[in-house]
């Protein structure tokens, strides 16, 4: 069974500008999870779907950033404009349902550079 | 409020010695689920076992085992043994039954020298 997919691994922006990343979840995941780690700490959730619903995106800087998820499968967050507090990694994770239940898979990351 | 501590930044141990890692948690909540996960050099978390609330069975998988402790709110981690493929950063999280939100700790390096 494939993984949680992600690109780009890398990216290198200046401050102002915009960059998008993108999410592809296990197939038959209806949860999709964003999270932001900053070096040196552990993960915290932007934003939560299920299916192509919000969830909780209560720590998401939403003058900032956006995401979407639109048919229920793949999702994309974007950050315009990138400030040089964003310079984190990205990573998205899947899980079957909300339930607490349920193990949170992750992808590779995503390694955002703010410069 | 919900919060996971890991007070061990940074551990380094030579191979084949046993390590531990701990884990404090905080909640309220009668049900709720803790996580470890293996976060290696290549940066992608690996779940490496869930427990919830009411289990309280240690559990041993291979080189490594959990005591999950209520009492004290505590979940720690020992890898027997220690290989140097175990060298990563491992954080504890805690997760409430109702929402996918996984509360993570500060994570702990762990380094294994040969």
């Known amino acids: 069974e494939a993984g949680v997919a992600q690109s780009p691994r890398y990216k290198i922006i200046e401050k102002r500008q915009s960059v998008a990343f993108w999410c592809n979840p296990i197939?038959?995941?209806?949860?999709l999870y964003w999270y932001q780690q900053i070096l040196g700490q552990g993960p915290k959730l932007l934003i939560q779907f299920q299916n192509n619903g919000v969830v909780d995106d209560s720590q998401l800087p939403k003058d900032r950033f956006s995401a979407e998820r639109l048919k229920g499968v793949d999702s994309t967050l974007k950050i315009q404009p990138a400030k040089l507090e964003d310079s984190a990694v990205y990573l998205c994770?899947?899980?079957?349902?909300?339930?607490?239940?349920?193990?949170?898979?992750f992808g590779p990351g995503t390694r955002l550079t703010v410069l | 409020a919900q919060k996971v501590t890991q007070a061990q930044t940074e551990i380094s141990v030579v191979e084949k010695e046993d390590v531990t890692l701990d884990c404090v948690y905080e909640t309220r909540d009668t049900t709720y689920y803790l996580f470890w996960y293996k976060q290696p050099p290549s940066g992608e978390l690996v779940f490496l076992i869930r427990r919830n609330s009411f289990d309280e069975q240690n559990e041993i998988s291979g080189r490594y085992s959990w005591n999950f402790q209520k009492s004290t709110s505590s979940f720690n981690f020992t890898i027997t043994a220690s290989q140097v493929v175990d060298s990563a950063v491992y954080f504890c999280?805690?997760?409430?039954?109702?929402?996918?939100?996984?509360?993570f700790g500060q994570g702990t390096t762990l380094q294994v020298k040969p």
């Open positions: 994770a899947s899980s079957p349902t909300t339930s607490g239940a349920d193990t949170q898979y």
């Open positions: 197939s038959g995941h209806a949860t």
């Open positions: 999280a805690l997760k409430r039954s109702n929402t996918g939100k996984l509360i």
